[in-house]
């Protein structure tokens, strides 16, 4: 069955637009121009049914034309996903750009901001399974080379990739008797922290200094060998763990970040406090720890029954006053939060179908409504 075409689109503005289109479609796919093309289409279908007045580019304003625009892509029935809007949003950027050049209009290139664009959320990867999580280490310790302790120590420390390659020689830092600690360098959030390890990662750390002391290259004073850039470093041992996966013959992609994951939910089920996780993993906000741990129901089973069984001490009923609840937007703030909480916590427990996509997609619009409502609360004395 042949799809409907749809009528042709006559509006003034269309010429022009059409001509930007073709100066920048002359180094682009033919995928790509027929998006901007399409993108073209729905502003000026808006436009034309909301504006009919406007003809020229002279009478385009931000507000209301191109605001009225990003209200309507919004308010969509059904809503539209996050990569088709922000697809139409560059497209009809880029064409106005090309537009400020070619008509010596300077003004339209700053109708649409970069700003407006809304990112894509990002989804951080999952802890892994106990299967993977021991097959993964099993296959890691046979093998016993230099990929295999670099991982092995990524899993029993929580440290980034980023963070392994940075570590010096000298990372491993006796704090006392029988008890040692990693240095791990200045990382992505521009902090330097101590993690403490066991013997097990002291005898990975040793590992890792023979293997450097093995290597033609010249001493650095870094613990793993630069045989180029950082960078390819990275790509280096990515690539290893995709051999390792592959030789596992694991169904689902594994990626460095996950082994921070695994160790973060195995610190808090060992009974490390939550602060004391947010410390290890070098993070300043709880949110983003909230995020790394994987806790499912069987955890809080156990540590409902643990509760009951062994109280820690005996608090009094409590009252039915909400004094001690927070007013005004905060207490909106941390109403959201905990229904985000309780809602990632069910989800958790769902199998990959499509609700735990769409309870993922509301958990992702209860954060964008924090993250506005947050925009809107006075400023800290």
């Given at each position: 069955m042949k799809r409907a075409r749809r009528p042709p689109l006559a509006h003034p503005l269309l010429p022009l637009f059409e001509r930007a289109v073709d100066s920048l479609g002359a180094a682009l796919e033919p995928s790509t121009v027929r998006a901007y093309r399409g993108a073209v289409r729905n502003f000026l279908t808006y436009l034309s049914t909301a504006y009919p007045d406007v003809g020229q580019l002279d009478q385009l304003r931000r507000d209301p034309h191109l605001l009225g625009w990003l209200t309507r892509l919004r308010s969509h029935t059904p809503p539209l996903s996050?990569?088709?809007?922000?697809?139409?949003?560059?497209?009809?950027?880029?064409?106005?750009?090309?537009?400020?050049?070619?008509?010596?209009?300077?003004?339209?290139?700053?109708?649409?901001?970069?700003?407006?664009?809304?990112?894509?959320?990002?989804?951080?990867?999952?802890?892994?399974?106990?299967?993977?999580?021991?097959?993964?280490?099993?296959?890691?310790?046979?093998?016993?080379?230099?990929?295999?302790?670099?991982?092995?120590?990524?899993?029993?420390?929580?440290?980034?990739?980023?963070?392994?390659?940075?570590?010096?020689?000298?990372?491993?830092?006796s704090m006392g008797s029988d008890q040692w600690a990693i240095h791990v360098p200045l990382g992505k959030l521009k902090t330097e922290r101590m993690v403490p390890v066991d013997s097990f990662v002291c005898q990975l750390?040793?590992?890792?200094?023979?293997?450097?002391?093995?290597?033609?290259?010249?001493?650095?004073?870094?613990?793993?060998?630069?045989?180029?850039?950082?960078?390819?470093?990275?790509r280096q041992l990515r690539d290893?763990?995709?051999?390792?996966?592959?030789?596992?013959?694991?169904?689902?992609v594994i990626v460095p970040h996950q082994l921070r994951h695994t160790y973060a939910t195995e610190m808090l089920r060992s009974g490390v406090s939550f602060p004391a996780v947010m410390k290890l993993l070098g993070h300043s906000s709880a949110d983003m720890t909230m995020r790394y741990v994987q806790i499912t129901l069987t955890d809080l089973q156990r540590e409902f029954q643990q509760a009951r069984s062994h109280p820690r001490h005996r608090a009094p009923q409590p009252r039915t006053s909400r004094a001690s609840l927070?007013?005004?937007?905060?207490?909106?703030?941390?109403?959201?939060?905990?229904?985000?909480?309780?809602?990632?916590?069910?989800?958790?427990?769902?199998?990959?179908?499509?609700?735990?996509?769409?309870?993922?997609r509301l958990s992702n619009r209860l954060t964008k409504i924090v993250s506005e409502l947050r925009k809107l609360a006075p400023p800290e004395k």
């Open positions: 996050t990569a088709y809007c922000i697809l139409l949003l560059v497209c009809v950027r880029g064409v106005l750009a090309e537009l400020a050049v070619v008509e010596q209009k300077p003004d339209l290139a700053h109708l649409l901001r970069r700003e407006d664009v809304p990112r894509l959320p990002k989804q951080l990867p999952r802890a892994l399974t106990a299967e993977q999580d021991q097959l993964l280490q099993q296959e890691l310790l046979r093998r016993n080379d230099l990929g295999a302790n670099v991982f092995l120590l990524i899993r029993h420390t929580g440290i980034r990739i980023g963070e392994c390659v940075d570590l010096r020689e000298d990372c491993l830092r750390v040793q590992r890792l200094r023979f293997f450097r002391s093995l290597d033609p290259l010249p001493a650095d004073g870094l613990l793993l060998a630069r045989p180029g850039t950082r960078q390819a470093l990275i290893y763990l995709h051999q390792v996966r592959h030789a596992l013959a694991l169904p689902n927070r007013t005004g937007l905060a207490g909106v703030i941390d109403s959201l939060l905990a229904a985000q909480h309780l809602l990632a916590m069910f989800r958790r427990s769902l199998p990959a179908d499509a609700p735990h996509r769409r309870l993922g």
